[in-house]
């Protein structure tokens, strides 16, 4: 799993490989911590790589996406498989990120 | 200018220093007292007169003042609200905060002929207890304020005397924006009103006289009508739920012929048992143990749907209105159709 974070045109795109699963959730929410501390921009989870994502992937997810929400700023989730997307149906989240 | 003008002017600089502290105390003391009582409010501001324009006063008519503390408006502090009937709140709430000087202040609001329009404010001249030196409040709404800012600019700026058609034609305006502060104010009151009067209704059950829309859905909700749903669905792996706003469901509720919150909860006691069905046939074989508060009304939604004959276009139709308008929304639906497939509510 590896998670690199970009900045262009005052957005934040965060790039998701691999998966997101309960083994690299830990790593992964110290890798987010940028997201977090930057929330007043509008941040992109590109998960055009991304595998598979486990609950502990969502609540990572979501933490970004509160922070954002604090911040009045927006998270965009894109490129997400079917497979994933799925997830998001069957979780009720579908409504509450926008997806591209 | 002279001696004594110069005098008062050289006892102003002096006193910068304590007139600068004055208005950060005033400033922190407006800020607090707004959000105790809860006062919602366009602009709190305040500043410390310039030298320049003091010299200005004191040149037109600085016999008028023996000392500097005759001054009343060194340090002025304003708020703008956003309707009228809140800047008799805010004055009510400036009255509990600061001393009042009475004899100096004014309500401007009440100056007017019967045959006349202008645009003031409400004027307070205030002491702050520890300090000698008083300060203006001034209060107006936020129609008010521009108003008089404009006027300001427009009368003052140019330094040379307004025609008097150009006058006539500002207080017109004036008229017309009081009697839109007024209008704003009613708008509020009636909602607010209306508010209540959906939830009286809703807590009485009487849901088929309440109309369906943002607030009265927002309403019904803070009764939890779904919570059971979606306690059930969290059993099924013994799932945490998180709280998510519900508002985008309100568009695919109307497109399912609710018209009213009787019809929202009618739809909820039909299909809930189905939405549970398909939220066990798709969560059952997971170990996802996060859901959101939306997936209960999602489900019934989507059973709605399929058990009517909408198929994938009414799944397409529904994800399109909560997730915003997308190809992928079709392969969504597509997937969602066939999981549902085998259930009993595809059967009938």
Redesign the interface.
Known sequence: MTIQIQESDNRLIAFFAGRLDTAAAAAATDAVKPLLEAADKEIVLDCSELEYISSSGLRIFLSIRKEAAAHGSRVIVRSINADIRQVFVMTGFISLFEIQ | MDLHAELILSDYREAVPVLERLKQEVLAKLHDALKRNGLFVTAVEARVKTENSLAGKLALKGAKYASLNDITDLVGARVVTYYTDDVDRVASMAEQIFDIDWGNSIDKRKLHQLDSFGYDSLHYICRMPGYDLRFELQLRTTLQHAWAAINHDIGYKSGIEVPREYMRRMNRLAGMLEMADDEFSRIRTELNDYRRRVGQLVANGKLDEVQLDGDTFRSYMQVKPLENLNKRIAAINQ?EI?E???S??LSVLKALNCMTLGDVSRLIKQYQEDAYRL?RH??GN???????????L?NICIVCILSSGGGKIGLKRM?DA???P?Q?NA??AE??FNQASNLPFMRN
């Open positions: 799932a998180q998510v706003p519900l985008a469901f939220a798709q969560l997971t170990d996802i143990d996060i859901i959101s508060s939306a997936i209960g999602q994800f909560i997730n915003g997308a992928h392969e969504l997937l969602t």
